[in-house]
């Protein structure tokens, strides 16, 4: 969360390193405070852009500024939930060809030979 006297806040912006966002956010705030109808709305505004318009300000204000971290949790969830579930759900997938594997060693190893001959012909399908 921005606090209200941050640059980002008063664009109406949330941090970020992009100088044409700043760019955008300053022109989209004008439309809401024109200098001939609020002088000191438009005071603010001009001071903030300007205060990250200068070389280095805009990267120390972004560094400067609280870090969201619900927002930040809720991208990340995004991002790899779905990549977890389809992991999860593969894991769970090998896990049982793994036991049918195992299963079916264990049933060929209580085979005798005659059973084994007849399974492999063809002859003697369970």
Do not use: I, N
Not at 37 to 59: C, I, T
Not at 96 to 110: H, I, P, S, V
Not at 113 to 126: T, V
């Amino acid at each position: 969360m921005t606090q209200p006297d941050e640059p980002f806040a008063v664009l109406g912006l949330a941090p970020t390193l992009e100088p044409a966002a700043v760019k955008r956010a300053y022109f989209a705030a004008l439309a809401r405070h024109p200098p001939h109808e609020d002088p000191e709305g438009f005071r603010r505004l001009r001071d903030a852009y300007e205060m990250l318009s200068r070389p280095g300000a805009l990267a120390v204000a972004y560094l400067a500024s609280p870090v969201d971290v619900r927002k930040l949790a809720d991208e990340a969830r995004g991002r790899f939930d779905a990549v977890l579930e389809r992991a999860r759900e593969a894991a769970l997938v090998a896990r049982e060809r793994e036991e049918l594997a195992t299963q079916f060693q264990e049933r060929c190893a209580r085979l005798r030979w005659e059973e084994a001959l007849r399974a492999c012909s063809g002859g003697g399908r369970d």
